[in-house]
């Protein structure tokens, strides 16, 4: 019997032909599906903040836009409110850093003023200081802050008066990054005004120079009873 033929009967190949491959390319990924679900998961992040801060907006709406009872602030409004970058560079008196989220969690009625604190700071510290104390038993959802805008150190006169009582937080930060937050009306000085900030680290109310403290008192009191639906109480007081 004679060795068998490696050619399939009929198929007419040539033993020696050589072999054919086709190279096909693999499917390149869809980068516009990538994106669309990118900006989908974007999309959804806005939308669970806009639910988170709508309690607070709509009670900022009803005290201060809407005005129920012919009611008018005296402090200016800032829409919308400014949140605190979380790059701020804040630091104590000693140089150690302080994260920006440590402003959260309270109201803050805030003094802005280079070390040597002039009387326009000495005043706005006294006010600050008297201002939440006429609180009641509001004043616990309030605390005090000082930025000091320069290398300089307080004078030991100022830091023994705003130890009175609760004692006023002092952290020093940079005047350029702070601008990146907090701004004066047109035509002021940052140190001219007294600033207000939410539990939420908002900056959401500049107070006039020269404050009245009777109608900043009463601007107060209606940020807290606005917030109280929203507003969990906060850090200890220092």
Not at 117 to 133: A, G, M, N, S, W
Not at 173 to 201: C, F, K, T
Request: aromatic share 6%.
């Amino acid at each position: 019997m004679s060795g068998s033929n490696s050619s399939a009967p009929g198929s007419g190949a040539v033993p020696d032909s050589p072999l054919n491959f086709s190279v096909h390319s693999l499917p390149s990924p869809d980068l516009a599906d990538g994106q669309r679900r990118t900006a989908a998961g974007r999309l959804r992040m806005l939308l669970v903040l806009a639910v988170c801060a709508a309690p607070v907006i709509a009670s900022y709406v009803t005290y201060f836009v809407i005005r129920p009872e012919g009611r008018t602030n005296y402090s200016e409004l800032i829409t919308p409110g400014r949140p605190i970058p979380a790059e701020l560079g804040l630091r104590t008196l000693g140089g150690e850093p302080v994260a920006a989220a440590a402003l959260r969690d309270q109201w803050l009625i805030v003094v802005v003023g280079d070390a040597a604190c002039d009387k326009t700071c000495e005043d706005h510290l006294y006010l600050q200081r008297q201002i939440r104390e006429a609180l009641g038993r509001e004043k616990e959802r309030v605390d005090k802050l000082w930025l000091v805008t320069d290398a300089g150190t307080p004078r030991p006169e100022v830091m023994r008066a705003i130890s009175i009582g609760t004692p006023a937080a002092v952290l020093r930060v940079s005047r350029e990054r702070l601008s990146a937050w907090l701004a004066p009306a047109q035509g002021q000085a940052l140190a001219q005004h007294i600033y207000l900030v939410d539990p939420m680290g908002l900056w959401m109310m500049r107070v006039p120079p020269n404050p009245d403290a009777a109608k900043l008192k009463r601007d107060i009191e209606k940020l807290l009873r606005a917030s109280a639906s929203w507003d969990q109480p906060g850090r200890p007081a220092r």
